[in-house]
């Protein structure tokens, strides 16, 4: 089936560090996947960081990124410089456009970022 | 941005017992989502719902799992009865074109 695997948490690194957050992803039902990662804030809901249609496309938001990788099935979220406001729980995650499947999520990541 | 809210945050409610977890979606959404996690586990997808009708639905969602959207009001989850392993949070997103939702907060379900 259609899934997506992420780095387990919780991940904690100090402020104006880098960050990766790998994700990978199986798309068996799946012809043209769309690839997103959100994000948690405590006492929130998930609300939509960044998304990529397109294979080999780059998106990008509040400093992160990530790429679309059709070869590593492959949607690692990055950032250069993390702040302390960044702690939250990110989720990456799996859709379509094509069909009326719902996305499916990742486990999440729970990232600590000290001052 | 969008809001979607649930109501309430918490609910108990005894084994067996019929409830119902309400969503206020975004006006002018069209399409609804379910969402369940267990404390620690996964967030698992249950059903999604369009023009009132059940579109798709995982293996979670048991028989005794219903959803219905009365009039464009609130988009509701009902589960009657209610199991032990009922307990979880439960995330209501809706969405306007299928690729971007927007969740609530959950509503925490503790059966006991």
């Known amino acids: 089936g259609d899934s997506v695997t992420q780095t387990e948490g919780p991940v904690t690194v100090s402020e104006s560090e880098s960050l990766i957050i790998n994700c990978t992803y199986s798309?068996?039902?799946?012809?043209?996947?769309?690839l997103f990662w959100y994000v948690r804030y405590p006492g929130e809901g998930l609300q939509l960081l960044l998304k990529?249609?397109?294979?080999?496309q780059k998106g990008s938001s509040r400093g992160f990124e990530a790429t679309y990788n059709k070869e590593t099935t492959s949607f690692h979220l990055q950032k250069a410089s993390v702040q302390e406001s960044d702690s939250a729980v990110y989720y990456c995650a799996l859709g379509a456009s094509n069909n009326n499947n719902a996305p499916r999520f990742g486990a999440g990541t729970k990232l600590s970022v000290k001052p | 941005g969008p809001k979607v809210l649930q109501i309430p945050s918490h609910q108990i409610i005894d084994m067996g017992q019929m409830v119902t977890l309400n969503c206020d979606p975004v006006s002018n959404h069209l399409y609804f989502y379910w969402y369940k996690q267990i404390l620690g586990q996964q967030m698992e997808f249950l059903v999604n719902f369009y023009n009132g009708k059940v579109m798709e639905k995982s293996k979670l969602f048991k028989d005794q799992f219903s959803v219905e959207r009365p009039d464009g009001s609130y988009f509701t989850l009902k589960i009657q009865p209610t199991a032990l392993e009922d307990s979880a949070v439960y995330f209501c997103?809706?969405?306007?074109?299928?690729?971007?939702?927007?969740f609530g907060a959950g509503t925490r379900l503790s059966v006991l």
């Open positions: 990529v249609i397109t294979a080999g």
């Open positions: 798309a068996t039902s799946i012809a043209y996947p769309n």
């Open positions: 997103a809706s969405s306007s074109t299928k690729n971007t939702l927007y």
